[in-house]
T-cell receptor, first 111, second 114 residues
Framework: EDQVTQSPEALRLQEGESSSLNCSYT??????LFWYRQDPGKGPEFLFT???AGEEKEKERLKATLTKKESFLHITAPKPEDSATYLC????????????FGTGTRLTIIP | GAVVSQHPSRVICKSGTSVKIECRSL??????MFWYRQFPKQSLMLMAT?????????EQGVEKDKFLINHASLTLSTLTVTSAHPEDSSFYIC??????????FGSGTRLTVV
């Protein structure tokens, strides 16, 4: 069974304090790992898709990396507007197009 | 980028009534859409996969007679919560595979059953 575990569950950082969020996964062949941002009362907003170990993608203050067992979302010099829940999801090689989501990391950036 | 429009954003209904939620892909065609349910401070739980022109595939434990899904066109899927009860109150979100091979989500529908 595919599993996605995110840590920490919640993270509070001072503005400008860099950190990383972790997404560990177990899947029968990875077809894609996805990162989303979700604000309260909204649907998830797409950030990145990673396909193979060693791949990295960046967008503004965010950088996502991927290994064979986990992915990291690095946030550099965060701002209060980066406060949100960050969700990780995997799509396996086999079966249909379903995504399996982790429980998310609630990130709070304190001014 | 791809846009998925979901309506309504909020709905309050009386216990025993039915509620329909619409999910539209605005600038692309989606043969497959997904319906999720999310409880407060929890992650997304997939309820069903909606396939254009065929029956939806429901996840284990999801009552197909309570959550009716129709995907009548390549741009529209609907979720109808039938005979709603307070325990059906939740945040419902749809998504679709977009042309960039990612998954675009709607803005969600907050359902409150009173």
């Amino acid at each position: 069974e595919d599993q996605v575990t995110q840590s920490p569950e919640a993270l509070r950082l001072q503005e400008g304090e860099s950190s990383s969020l972790n997404c560990s996964y177990t899947v029968s062949g990875l077809r894609g790992l996805f990162w989303y941002r979700q604000d309260p009362g909204k649907g998830p907003e797409f950030l990145f898709t990673l396909y193979s170990a060693g791949e990295e993608k960046e967008k503004e203050r965010l950088k996502a990396t991927l290994t064979k067992k986990e992915s990291f979302l690095h946030i550099t010099a965060p701002k209060p507007e980066d406060s949100a829940t960050y969700l990780c999801a995997v799509r396996p090689n086999f079966g249909n197009e379903k995504l399996t989501f982790g429980t998310g990391t609630r990130l709070t950036i304190i001014p | 980028g791809a846009v998925v429009s979901q309506h309504p954003s909020r709905v309050i209904c009386k216990s025993g009534t039915s509620v329909k939620i619409e999910c539209r892909s605005l600038d692309f065609q989606a043969t497959t859409m997904f319906w999720y349910r999310q409880f407060p401070k929890q992650s997304l739980m997939l309820m069903a996969t909606s396939n254009e022109g065929s029956k939806a595939t429901y996840e284990q434990g999801v009552e197909k007679d309570k959550f009716l899904i129709n995907h009548a066109s390549l741009t529209l899927s609907t979720l109808t919560v039938t005979s709603a009860h307070p325990e059906d109150s939740s945040f419902y979100i749809c998504s679709a595979r977009d042309p960039d091979k990612s998954y675009t989500f709607g803005s969600g529908t907050r359902l409150t059953v009173v």
